[in-house]
């Protein structure tokens, strides 16, 4: 797929963002035939995102957990982009009616301490490990516009960005325990609504940017020191559908909340 093909693509993504249009599958039509076309049209719809919404500022990696997998119908990770004005403090408010539909995902969020290089060798949980300079809780937006699970075709969701709206953090940490067994809890206002732990992300979350650092290399990219990884969620994704808060806790870690209206 030529630059000017996926450019279009791009552009007609644009318009079904800011039309809030139902997505539905595209890719066919448009002759995004592969992965690496689907990426093509991504890294094209971002530098067009880049003009309001600022600089990469790190990417999500997602279906990182079986139940995710089972949801979307999909059988390996997947990656997408978020820029800088689309990060967001804890505490920070959004309306249901800036998406077309908008999803909850909870996260470890971890941050790049020094650029990952090609070394030739896949990377590993091991081998990515001294990479890391910190982590957080995180909640990542997503915005599905009312997709229909049943028919969802992944070089359509890798080509519209993953879905990514932006991201809520919580306070970074230099000192964490074990991951894997890390718990993490969902409330919505009072009640909790969703549990689980670090190893619900790939068996382990350092599994999550050992993947995204080998998907970057083989597009003769990289991760980069201070950009931040959402490693995938513990839980399903949640769909608010009124007002209400949503507090993620990370054991140990830090905790982060956001409103919708």
């Not at 797929?1 to 450019?7: I, T």
């Not at 959402?230 to 769909?239: A, D, N, Q, V």
Request: overall charge neutral; glycine content about 8%.
């Amino acid at each position: 797929m030529n630059e000017k093909a996926a450019g279009r693509a791009a552009d007609m993504l644009i318009a079904a963002h800011l039309a809030k249009r139902q997505f539905t599958t595209f890719a066919p039509q448009w002759g995004i035939q592969t992965i690496s076309d689907a990426y093509n049209v991504r890294d094209q719809l971002v530098a067009r995102l880049r003009r309001d919404h600022g600089d990469v500022a790190g990417y999500k990696v997602g279906l990182t957990s079986a139940p995710m997998q089972e949801f979307c119908g999909i059988d390996h990770p997947i990656t997408g982009v978020f820029l800088s004005r689309r990060v967001h403090r804890s505490g920070v408010s959004v309306r249901l009616l800036d998406y077309g539909r908008l999803g909850l995902e909870f996260e470890i969020a971890m941050r790049i301490g020094a650029n990952i290089p090609d070394t030739g060798v896949p990377h590993s949980a091991t081998t990515i490990r001294p990479y890391i300079e910190s982590i957080c809780a995180g909640i990542e937006l997503v915005d599905d516009r009312a997709a229909e699970y049943t028919t969802l075709d992944v070089l359509s969701l890798l080509a519209d960005n993953s879905w990514n709206g932006g991201v809520v953090l919580s306070d970074f940490t230099d000192t964490w325990s074990d991951l894997p067994s890390v718990p993490g809890m969902v409330r919505k206002d009072s009640t909790i609504i969703g549990t689980g732990h670090g190893r619900d992300v790939l068996g382990n979350p350092f599994e999550s940017i050992a993947w995204l650092a080998n998907h970057l290399a083989s597009r003769n990219q990289c991760l980069k020191a201070r950009q931040i990884v959402m490693t995938g969620s513990l839980i399903k994704t949640i769909f608010p559908m009124d007002r209400a808060t949503y507090l993620f806790d990370l054991n140990g870690i830090g905790s982060v909340h956001m409103s919708v209206s």
